[in-house]
């Protein structure tokens, strides 16, 4: 037992009562008595359209990130194993996924802002893109930069699954006088599912806990949640106020636990099909 | 057979298809990096952006708060890694060998922070730190706490699948009955059997390590991306050279994984 005293001190400390921290702050109010005050305070409409915005934002980006970033696997999961196409393209999604932040903002600035390459190219031929401030807004420029991270994020998670169809499948379907279509409608469709829709949640979480990105892309106002949050870290906190941040924090992670149970459900449905 | 060639060639034009269009996607704002960062002021192109960056003496006089930033990040990636490896690998090595019943527990342990966003993980560990802050000082250094909180799923599974692969209760075993001690059986025997886990799972905490924001932007410590943000106020096209230059390194170092991760496979006999 004595061998594992480390392990566990170590994450009490710096995962278990960070937890319990943000779980029993969110019920205490300035004074460290227990009240649902920091409760009733996520009603606020600011706080309020802070969690509708980084939803719509986490599910609009997981949809369209899932499709796009399938279609890649799909066309990646073609080429040969092992080759340099894929070798390739797998890096470089996995340094998008993780490590996007305030380099993908940067890129952004550089490719669509009033002085960026896109912008300037486009003016050319008369097409103004920086007439209005779109870039830093959460339903336009937030969403597309979003993209720059969902779409490697679904080939990382999504190329097992589609590595998994075995061509014998496929050369059943055609011997059973199967097209291509039937191939995908009553096969490989059903088999990827679960996984596509586990991959899509897992997608949800990624852009919904996100915050580098929005913090060093945005600097008026805190459009989502995690920028409220943060917020509420910085200097210019109202007395009283801190414990709300905490009560925002448990909101969050009610969220993504709800998503994340969805998965481990899904999950356990996708190993019966593709797994050994 | 003709059949299948047809079917190959379709697929070789909807392979190229799709990467070339998502390809284009991707490649505007890293080819708008490069356009931006060697803009000349009279219109036309430089590289002095790009020399700046590179000159260590015109860094450390002018923009001291990207050497502090790039120092604190290397630091952090070193002492992320090794806390990682010294706590990880004992403590899985010995949940294998003698308290199998507690493997559920330590995997859902190291699993856990894949569902708390980094976000509410600064706001649980800001009272933690202001304690880390009392007994070892303000240095940027201690994030590393954090970070190996950060990285221990990624981590976990990557020496798990490497544990996996080898039979440690035999390998233990074997190396006691000849009379090695614990820390020999650790250091000698089982460390250079998951060398590849264990370069995998460094691998990925240097990435993970390199690209952090969150966490110490909201403690107002430093680290690499912290910085380039900073700069990013003061000189555009130098921050935007940075960061091009932080995510070239790190996908060399995912590159460089990439091949690792082959050789481990060529190893061993085929699955499935």
């Given amino acids: 037992m004595l061998g594992v005293l480390p392990f566990f001190a170590y994450t009490t400390i710096f995962l278990g009562i960070p937890t319990l921290i943000v779980v029993i702050g969110a019920f205490l109010d300035g004074s460290g008595r227990a009240s649902l005050g920091n409760l009733s305070a996520l009603a606020q409409p600011q706080i309020v359209s802070a969690f509708i915005h980084s939803v719509v934002l986490s599910a609009v980006t997981a949809v369209l990130g899932a499709v796009f970033g399938a279609l890649l696997t799909y066309a990646v999961s073609t080429a040969r194993a092992g080759g340099l196409l894929r070798r390739l393209v797998t890096s470089l999604c996995g340094v998008l996924a993780q490590f996007g932040g305030v380099t993908l903002a940067f890129a952004f600035i550089a490719t669509f802002s009033a002085q960026g390459f896109l912008t300037l190219w486009l003016q050319k031929s008369g097409i103004d893109l920086a007439s209005t401030p779109w870039l830093y807004d959460w339903d336009k420029g937030l969403m597309l930069v979003y993209m720059y991270f969902q779409i490697p994020l679904m080939l990382i998670v999504f190329l097992p699954a589609v590595e998994g169809l075995r061509p014998q499948w496929r050369e059943a379907t055609e011997s059973l006088g199967g097209s291509t279509w039937h191939y995908w409608r009553h096969v490989a469709g059903p088999i990827l599912a679960p996984s596509f829709i586990g991959a899509t949640l897992l997608l949800f979480t990624n852009a919904f806990s996100a915050y580098a990105t929005a913090a060093a892309l945005i600097s008026q106002g805190s459009p989502i949640i995690p920028l409220q949050i943060g917020g509420t870290l910085s200097s210019e906190v109202i007395l009283g106020q801190e414990n709300i941040g905490k009560a925002m924090a448990l909101g969050m992670v009610a969220i993504v636990a709800v998503v994340m149970t969805l998965y481990v459900v899904l999950e356990r449905r996708t190993t019966k099909w593709l797994g050994s | ?272």
């Fill in chain 2, 1 to 272: 057979m003709s059949l299948h060639a047809t079917r190959r060639r379709r697929q070789a034009g909807f392979r190229w298809t799709v990467v070339g269009v998502i390809g284009l996607f991707f490649a505007l704002p890293i080819f708008s990096m490069v356009e931006f960062t060697t803009r000349a002021p009279g219109g036309g192109r430089t590289l002095d952006t790009w020399a700046t960056l590179f000159d260590l003496g015109v860094i450390d006089a002018d923009y001291p708060e990207l050497k502090t930033g790039i120092l604190a990040s290397a630091g952090l990636t070193v002492l992320t890694v090794v806390i990682m490896l010294v706590m990880l690998v004992p403590t899985m090595t010995w949940v294998r060998l003698r308290l199998p019943g507690l493997r559920r527990t330590v995997e859902f342990i190291c699993l856990l922070p894949l569902t708390i966003p980094a976000i509410v993980l600064v706001v649980g560990l800001a009272p933690v730190y202001a304690w880390v802050a009392y007994f070892l000082g303000e240095s940027s250094l201690w994030l590393a706490f954090a970070y190996v909180v950060l990285v221990l799923p990624y981590a976990y599974r990557a020496l798990d699948a490497g544990l996996s692969a080898i039979d440690v209760k035999t390998l233990a075993e074997a190396a006691r009955s000849l009379g090695a001690s614990w820390p020999r059986v650790m250091w000698r025997i089982i460390l250079p059997n998951i060398r590849t886990a264990v370069l995998s799972a460094a691998f990925l905490s240097v990435a993970l390590v390199l690209g952090e924001f969150t966490i110490a932007s909201l403690f107002s410590r430093d680290n690499l991306q912290v910085a380039i943000n900073l700069l990013g106020k003061r000189d555009s096209s130098l921050a935007i050279a940075a960061a091009l230059a932080a995510l070239i390194l790190a996908f060399i170092v995912l590159v460089a994984m990439s091949f690792v991760g082959n050789g481990r496979r060529s190893h061993r006999p085929e699955e499935s």
